[in-house]
């Protein structure tokens, strides 16, 4: 698959772009790079330490994967942005998608993590290092099996061998493929390395090298996966799914949660796209960036002011949503940001919302404008945030704030921090957003999580007809989530960012008990089991997974399980129709159901794509569903 890539380049120089990868690459696990190389002048890749190669891989992996998370919520009605024709992530918030929003997880997977596979098997296998095959073996099925539910299908079987144009394998066989290799990894994981063996300790940078943690984490992956089969009458094995959950994280402290730091030292890029290394991922596409909103249609979860939600406020609501300072009756006080509801309204199609900036009121149009909207007198000339726009329509777009944070590692934005606050400033101090706890700097990668695992449980009973045992598992999940959140607000000590304060356990304990909480298995439903499955995975790449599997707001088994999801209110007014071209929501084409292969493999593959699917090449293939999207 990499020879894709680069046609030209036989595999001896691949593996050489590979170890450039790998020596270019610093992480907090480790203390410093060991000097692997044989030669300076020629480096060998069979001479990397299996720890350097498995570092490396954890990070181009989790890059991919989380990648893939972060543009499925444009998707799934998380995310949105600043309107800007042309560019990608604005026309997947359209769902209008262009090329250029699908490749990033492939490159990553594919040059940074996969191509590495074959050596590091190899020298784990020399030195009876078990536990990095073991390792390698999870990241192996994980990655290809995110390609499957990014594109449906892919090259596996010759991926990253010597074929330049490798063929394609089904969605199917790529899938049973995986949760194998998932089975072997945990027989790796259970083997007694030698002490000659390179403990997993000194590579891994995701469980500190916690065997037992990464065979939870395989049996958690595996139950993951086996749910996703919930279409398939003749694959859906509810036992199997149960019995896989049983030797998976049975608490949040067995759960691979990735430490991210905000460190100034970390001046070093990622190879690949520039991005700082020891910050999360989704800091890196979201975090850092001023022009990311939350939508309506998510906010009204944590509201609970959804059709036929309960209106008691989720205590999780102000650690995600971001709000900024604004001066009424001349004190600053942090607003909480108000959601665009990107469903309903045309706030895209009129080219907003447009950043907010500070500047003086004056006379003109846009400031008399911004007054009004305030509640402001003609007098009050005080320094004001509003919109920089000669547009009087967008100066009420002051009340939607970005999910921007403050960096340390950026020298520009170090004056304006205090401490460990990452919150984003104005040069006058004022803050413009108090970031979000799954966009900051140093949030916790939520690879594979607890309460996801709750919440699979209790979707699994509940199909079951176990209703009692599913509405503990899914008051575990609420829980877990909320205590999982504060495991990482107790470490911020700040007076400036209520935000990142921890969350009163009697909120905790009020919220499960209300009106917002099924209370018995009477008042269960599959929707609130999903809706709060929803929130816990707020940018995993599963939410999609599970969008599609319920067929979005789609009347079906259980009724309408994601309820007011909406395709965005633009749709209708872009070239969206022409890919996703269902015109009644029962149609599952009327649904985004997958992404269309990268400019990649149809300029150098495109025999063997089209071979794959008939549709590889047409626009309409965005609304083609994948292998276990279908009841066939």
């Known amino acids: 698959m990499i020879n894709v890539l680069f046609k030209i380049i036989d595999m001896n120089k691949i593996k050489n772009i590979c170890l450039a990868l790998l020596l270019a690459v610093a992480f907090a696990s480790c203390s410093k790079w060991l000097d692997v190389n044989e030669s300076t002048d020629s480096p060998a890749s069979s001479a990397v330490a299996v720890n350097n190669r498995l570092t490396s891989m954890q990070h181009y992996f989790q890059y991919a994967y989380e990648t893939a998370g972060m543009r499925s919520a444009m998707i799934t009605g998380v995310l949105t942005r600043t309107w800007s024709s042309g560019n990608s992530h604005n026309e997947l918030c359209a769902w209008n998608p262009v090329i250029g929003s699908t490749t990033t997880p492939y490159q990553m997977w594919f040059i940074g993590c996969a191509a590495n596979i074959p050596d590091m098997i190899k020298k784990a296998t020399d030195e009876e290092a078990w536990h990095y095959i073991g390792a390698t073996k999870i990241i192996e099925a994980w990655g290809y099996m995110t390609m499957v539910d990014w594109y449906g299908e892919m090259p596996f079987t010759e991926a990253v061998g010597d074929a330049l144009t490798p063929k394609y394998d089904t969605g199917e066989t790529i899938f049973k493929a995986c949760v194998a290799k998932l089975d072997t990894a945990i027989t790796y994981l259970q083997k007694e390395q030698p002490v000659t063996a390179t403990a997993l300790s000194k590579g891994d940078g995701w469980n500190g090298g ?45 759960a691979t949660i990735v430490k991210h730091y905000n460190d100034e030292g970390d001046t070093d890029k990622d190879v690949l796209l520039g991005d700082p290394l020891k910050t999360s991922i989704l800091y890196d596409g979201i975090g850092m960036n001023t022009y990311f909103f939350y939508t309506k249609w998510y906010a009204d979860l944590l509201t609970n002011t959804f059709t036929g939600g309960s209106n008691v406020e989720d205590p999780r609501t102000d650690k995600i949503l971001p709000s900024s300072q604004q001066k009424i009756n001349g004190v600053l006080k942090l607003i909480r940001t108000v959601p665009i509801d990107v469903m309903n ?84 101090g004022r803050i413009l957003s108090t970031g979000s706890f799954f966009t900051r700097p140093d949030a916790p990668g939520m690879l594979l999580t607890y309460s996801e695992l709750c919440f699979i449980k209790a979707e699994v009973l509940f199909r079951k007809g176990e ?21 990482k607000l107790a470490t911020y000590i700040t007076s400036v960012n209520p935000n990142k304060y921890s969350i009163d356990q009697s909120k905790i304990d009020a919220f499960l008990g209300s009106s917002a909480v099924a209370q018995n298995v009477g008042d269960l439903t599959m929707a609130k089991i999903m809706q709060q499955k929803f929130i816990a995975c707020s940018f995993s790449l599963q939410n999609w997974n599970d969008m599609r599997r319920f067929d979005y707001s789609t009347p079906g088994e259980f009724g309408v399980v994601y309820p007011d999801f909406k395709r965005p209110y633009e749709f209708d007014y872009n070239s969206g129709s022409t890919k996703i071209t269902g015109t009644v929501n029962s149609d599952s084409r009327y649904w985004f159901r997958r992404m269309i292969q990268c400019s990649h493999e149809r300029n150098y593959n495109s025999d063997n794509l089209i071979a794959s699917n008939p549709e590889a090449l047409l626009t309409t293939n965005w609304s083609r569903p994948v292998w276990w999207d279908t009841k066939e």
């Open 467 to 487: 209703k009692g045992i599913a509405l503990t598992a899914y008051k575990d999940g609420i829980r877990s989530h909320m205590e999982l959140m504060n495991q």
């Open 210 to 254: 916690d065997v037992q943690k990464w065979i939870k984490l395989a049996y958690g992956l595996k139950a993951r996966w086996l749910n996703n089969l919930s279409k398939k009458s003749d694959l859906y094995d509810p036992d199997a799914i149960l019995d896989a959950l049983s030797h998976a994280a049975q608490s949040n402290s067995e």
């Open 345 to 428: 309204s045309n706030i895209r199609t009129k080219n907003g919302p447009i950043l907010a900036s500070y500047a003086a009121l004056g006379t003109d149009e846009t400031s008399t404008a911004v007054r009004s909207i305030l509640g402001l007198s003609s007098t009050d000339n005080a320094k004001r945030f509003f919109v920089a726009s000669t547009d009087a329509a967008r100066a009420g777009d002051t009340i939607y704030v970005n999910l921007r944070s403050q960096g340390a590692m950026f020298t520009a934005q170090k004056s304006l921090m205090d401490g460990n606050d990452d919150t984003y400033k104005d040069t006058d």
